[in-house]
């Protein structure tokens, strides 16, 4: 059974055919996480991250997932690898080992995207080397970063401010990243169409999904409408999740892989 390297299904598995989930839990402590609510929410959606308790400690986790890539490393190489489901992968407490698997699947040939709530990692000295490309190795064509937009920075009280991630989005833009919003989940459908139309200068791909967990009368028909025009008026490549296509009574869709978007 695999531990670090998965195939995800469902609403997760239409950002990625593959994924590697090393922690559990988030300090940016989002109220509407789905992790924290559920079945799983004892397993899932504590504040503070730690390491899956299938890992006896970090080592041990890096063996595993390389382990893990290099078993299934043709199909990787024909894929992408997403971090991460379960957590942040780039905030303080996950960085180090998250960055450390990130670099080893590169060497080996393997594209990875990255979603985070955090601006500040680039100050970090192993992502400092990929994002000056400085190393001899062109990071951009292997690694994608992306974050989530909500416009709600009070609902996201550990993370740094949606603002600074769409700043963090356009430096990494500038100097040759493939870089995506995750517009999920949409809590206020005006605020998520302002993130779009902030980050529409600096982004590749949006990806939109509605909120885990919350009736159809959550939102008002108009508002939803509303917002999907004022996204299409942006003219970004925009992946609408089978959460939204459902609730507008549209054709799925089917995932676009950020990788083949030219820049």
């Known amino acids: 059974m695999s531990k670090a390297i998965y195939k995800p299904k469902g609403k997760a598995g239409e950002y990625a055919e593959w994924a590697c989930n090393l922690y559990v839990g988030c300090s940016n402590d989002c109220s509407y996480c789905y992790c924290k609510k559920g079945v799983l929410s004892h397993a899932m959606g504590g504040p ?43 905030i303080p407490e996950t960085r180090a080992l998250n960055v450390k698997c990130i670099e080893y699947a590169i060497m080996r040939g393997v594209r990875c995207q990255v979603l985070t709530k955090n601006a500040d990692f680039i100050q970090d000295e192993a992502l400092r080397i990929m994002v000056s490309n400085t190393s001899g190795l062109h990071y951009g064509k292997f ?6 937009l909500t416009g709600c920075d009070d609902l996201e009280p550990g993370a740094s401010s949606n603002n600074e991630r769409i700043n963090a989005m356009r430096l990494l833009h500038s100097i040759g990243f493939r870089t995506f919003a995750s517009l999920e989940p949409v809590v206020v459908p005006a605020k998520t169409a302002k993130m779009a139309r902030m980050a529409a ?24 409408f509303e917002m999907v025009h004022e ?16 609730y507008l009574n549209h054709e799925e869709q089917e995932p676009v892989d950020i990788f083949e978007i030219i820049i």
Do not use: M, W
């Open 231 to 246: 996204i299409e008026q942006t003219g970004v490549k925009t992946y609408y999740k089978h959460s939204l296509t459902s």
């Open 201 to 224: 200068d600096c982004c590749d791909l949006y990806k939109v999904g509605l909120q885990s967990g919350v009736p159809k009368s959550y939102y008002a028909e108009e508002d939803i």
């Open 48 to 90: 503070e991250p730690k390491l899956k308790s299938c890992f006896r400690n970090e080592r041990h986790a890096f063996e595993t997932f390389v382990n893990e890539l290099d078993a299934n490393i043709d199909a990787l190489r024909q894929s992408s690898l997403f971090f991460t489901f379960s957590s942040d992968p780039l």
């Open 143 to 148: 690694l994608a970063f992306g974050f989530t």
